[in-house]
């Protein structure tokens, strides 16, 4: 583990204990402390964390030397020793514990869905909108922090961002319809029930399709001057659940503002590199790879592409009523949550902000 | 059982076996044969039968009567004793054992996709079409069969179909979007693998989209002299497997000609009842059931909602690219194979056809 | 509904939840009352209960009549218009509260754990020993109880216990191994969550090992006036929880005192009839099933045998260690728990003990 | 890839298709030439293997220099230059393809059941009888081979035998109960249907139990001159299908002849390595991983421990029928399958025989 020593914030759930493996050996980062929810403080991390329910390769131990740090409470005082936080905690949580956080000289990368939309605090996933980090200079003086706070996008969002970002900077996106089959991980360790999913469908996530419907738009807007001009098209949600562990996929409709045919669109997705040459160790050569097989992405088959880094596009064909459909998945909890915050961590270490 | 002696061809698939359930103990209709591929000709049916796999309440012992019959060829003088043929072959065999059987004075009512969209074979949903029967004298004359040929819609576009059937009469469709989350008994009894669908998604199935971008338009089309207009609306559909045994579960987003607030929209679901009045006696009472929970309908919960016979919708919310969007889902192979041509027969029956 | 009127503690419940739905309808009993968990008094039953999440026809709505009942405390003062009441209490509460109730003149039918092991508490399956029931006199008389308290077994020993009953009866068990393969309901409506379960086998099932290996010999064992001798055989259990909705499954080993051919082992199982006369209302005609196919029983196909109420028995062969194997499926909530406490109620309701 | 060139009999099934990836970079063993069923030869291989069925980083692409080869017959003409022969063949192929490449000079290992129990061949765990290889000059001559055939166990068998051999080595086993709940890629790509095996468990797999009452004894015999004594003592199987992808899951119970308490036992797997100093590059460090928490080994956590090549125990605990009881669990397709086959190609390779 690297130089800049990190605190995690919701350690013990699904997205914090992706975020803590993924941390371990990674070149820049050290985990310096950890914090669960408040009942949990004063607690062993390895006694409270059932990190190996996230996945099949789970049954490896955590290191001794994390698998012993005590649970902190979440508050800035018992993580002096660190100096970037990363937050996945509850939005209802970080609502209060994230300024705290900010105000107190930290920076934060947060997956918590309590800031994303705040006009002052950048929504950032790398590869679309790194410029967004503008915003960071107009938040600190609005806000008279020393630190500052930047959000990852909802699970589904940032899958979805990343398939229409180089449609829309090639092409202008006019319509967007999308239905997610997104995966039980994605509502944390214990968020779904057995008993509701096994043999069944759950055609409703609690403010997933707001989230869907606004996110993207501001994730593709310009920031002139002080201020982002959230993209402007309509976005159509329809947020279900299935019973595959780790893995949101999504049905995509897009209606574009340039006609476009089938080549144009897989060469745009094919040779979108944004991040070529920063040399941010978590991102992928290409954030999207794009099948060939008529029945592929599919969840269990595509979602560790690239290490769960990259999006996977597949099936792209006309829409009879918009103009091109396609299907996009991705991993919910490695690029859809601590990939996503861990890279947006890296381009802001590049570029000399921590 | 009743008076109408009636054949199945295609006994011992998942739709065919579904519809010998069905037939037991039916008021009009009784069993004269069977036959399944021709491979089992010559065996005894409950030897070749997994019927218990259909469902939960499988373990009920099929009646001796039924389990020792011995199953036919699917040839027309092999069924000299029925009067009535329910197909459930595969299409590729469809093809020619079909017009066989009309050729030789048979009523056929068919699941299979063989014939379904040509010019003078109705393709029918009691509810929604019951006026393009009329096609059969065409039929007869143009073919030249004593008998005729009825086919029933694939099994996605029937709940489809009858979701929007009230609406294009009383608003007119002007566009609709569909992702269909579709059940692994739609595929037969050995059509999905478990290793391909276990913790999986298969955002593919051979044929679906195009059957469902085409089908709902005939169906809602007018019978104008001897050919149908099909409705003039375009349709998108994507179509995907998930783990689940029945029920298909749909997302649809819907773009109406003439504007209708949720209230218009609920009304027209619940007071439709094309077949009041007609006494058939596999008609469910409301062929659409509304939901008002805001996580419903759901396989496990509603497939089997008024018998598996009814559509059950939920979750109308505007759409903020087209018009409406909303979810159905329906047993698929109830009314969307099994219980669907029985309801053809049962008209058919009634209209003095049969 | 019946004559006597009937408290539900506990009935938010799965097999709460399940008991209910079994009363709707039952010629002797009628609802009078229902409690949820202390934080549900005052709440409409209809509001808190998932009721639906219990099966496939699970879109059957609950009659209004029972869906606008308020939820009482689980107190004798709010139950004084029943006679009888049956208890889905977790252990924990059942052990303060069911006293409660019998010290108040209730009888009091359980499920809970809590008491099935004290020594004048009659743990009862009817068709094995109901006889059992003379320690009533014993438990009021010792506790000064105007009422009484019988508790229904463990769902896994129900079935276990049914399998094993006539064979003990005819030739004398002297060792038993048991694994079970169990349900997701056999843990409540959130009991398993379901990133635990999909794709995956959770080996152990807190304190269920401990239920089967002495529940069996109570059950089992012979009431000499005032106690029970246990019968003297060893039982080895290893308890597993599967990707099931409904229905156990347990593999079994046996030794016997007495030599037993195949046929004779079969004959004791489908004879056995020991509640014929009675005209108990859910007793099944013949409480154990036996299937004859190589691969049956299994949880979808065979545990609504009998309405849930059978225990269905298949495979038998000789076991290299033991003398005999088999496995044996039975619904967890139905003959498991709900079926099991609402037939123990018919039988002392036949028995003029309500 | 290394030295000796290796031919893949059965190449596009699951074992295959296991054994293909776990070539690819292999120190020793460079594939020459692939083989599928009759009616591949000919096809190229990455048209007909759907090789990322096999797990989560199916994603990855095979190497154009594999995906490319063109599948040959199953003849040892066409095998002419590999030195070494894997077979995945089903049992009835094997039985006159195997004999046919050892009559022809080939080493043949094979995963196949037909020769396991013949008395000349070595069924071989190189961890448990590597001495059995001894079997090998006596098969040549007999036969009057210039190749030769090794097989590998059963997959169920193969994780039994791992736990069971330290235990017999240390304190003599004299009797062992069995129940499986194995995964469905243990029986092929296709070989489970889906809507067999969704909200179910099948209790019987053909053949299985056969395998697994026999071939831990002739595994854990002596070779004594020219033929093996198997080992005395029985074993009764029980074994069971469950929805899980891969890693089959065993409850165990054994009786010893010397007592022994847990710590000696744990003590006696923990320190096995008996091919501690071999550096065969796919033997795990400790072929048996004891697991300490209560609920585990499970599948999908614990199937990958150590690349696929370790068995997993835990829950050991006294039994009250045999002496002690525990669960043992392994990957199917790694150790029980590809892995199984590969090991002991790199013992007959570090013991001079290929």
Redesign the interface.
């Known amino acids: 583990m690297g130089g800049v020593t990190v605190g995690v914030l919701g350690a013990t759930g ?1 997205a914090g204990g992706q975020l803590v493996q993924l941390l371990l050996g990674h070149p820049w980062f050290t985990i310096g402390g950890l914090a669960g929810s408040a009942a949990t403080a004063g607690q062993r991390y390895g006694d409270r964390m059932r990190v ?2 996230l ?5 490896a131990a955590l290191p001794a030397a994390i698998a012993d740090q005590i649970l902190r409470p979440a508050l800035p005082e018992a993580f002096r020793d660190c100096t970037l936080i990363f937050s996945a905690l509850p939005a209802a949580v970080a609502q209060t514990v994230e300024p705290a956080f900010a105000a107190a000289g930290f920076g934060v990368i947060s997956n918590a869905s309590a800031f994303r939309m705040a006009a002052d605090v950048p929504l950032l996933i790398p590869e679309v909108n790194a410029a967004h980090l503008g915003l960071l200079d107009q938040q600190q003086q609005a806000r008279g922090w020393p630190g500052f706070l930047v959000t990852n996008p909802n699970c589904s969002t940032i899958h979805l961002a990343l398939a229409l970002a180089p449609l829309h900077q090639a092409f202008g996106l006019a ?3 999308v ?1 997610t ?1 997104q995966a ?2 994605g509502a944390g ?16 996530i609690g403010g997933e399709e707001d989230k869907m ?1 606004s996110e993207p738009q501001k994730l593709l807007g310009r920031l002139d001057g002080a201020a982002i001009t959230p993209a402007d098209f ?3 949600a ?1 947020c ?1 659940r ?4 780790h893995g949101h ?1 999504e ?1 995509v ?1 897009v ?1 574009l503002h340039t006609p476009a045919d089938a080549a144009a669109i897989r060469a745009v997705w094919q040779e979108w590199q944004p991040l070529r040459g920063r040399d941010l160790p978590s991102a992928p050569g290409y954030p999207i790879l794009l099948r060939e097989e ?12 690239a290490g769960g880094m990259a999006s ?1 596009v ?2 792209l064909r006309p ?4 103009d091109w ?1 396609f ?1 996009v998945l991705g991993h919910n909890l490695v690029r859809g949550a601590a990939g996503g915050v861990l890279l947006i961590a890296e381009l802001l270490h590049a570029e000399g902000r921590i």
Not at 190 to 200: E, F, K, Q, S, T
Not at 294 to 305: A, F, G, N, T, W
Not at 319 to 322: H, R, T
């Open positions: 699904a190996t329910a996945g099949p390769a789970g049954g319509a967007v319809q239905t089959l039980i991980s360790l214990r968020g779904v029930a057995a008993l509701d999913i096994l043999d069944n469908v759950v055609p409703f419907e309509p976005i159509s329809q279900t299935v019973a595959t562990t996929l049905t409709a209606k008529e029945d592929r992405p599919q969840p269990r088959l595509d979602r560790d592409s996977v597949g099936r829409c009879p009523v918009l459909k299907v």
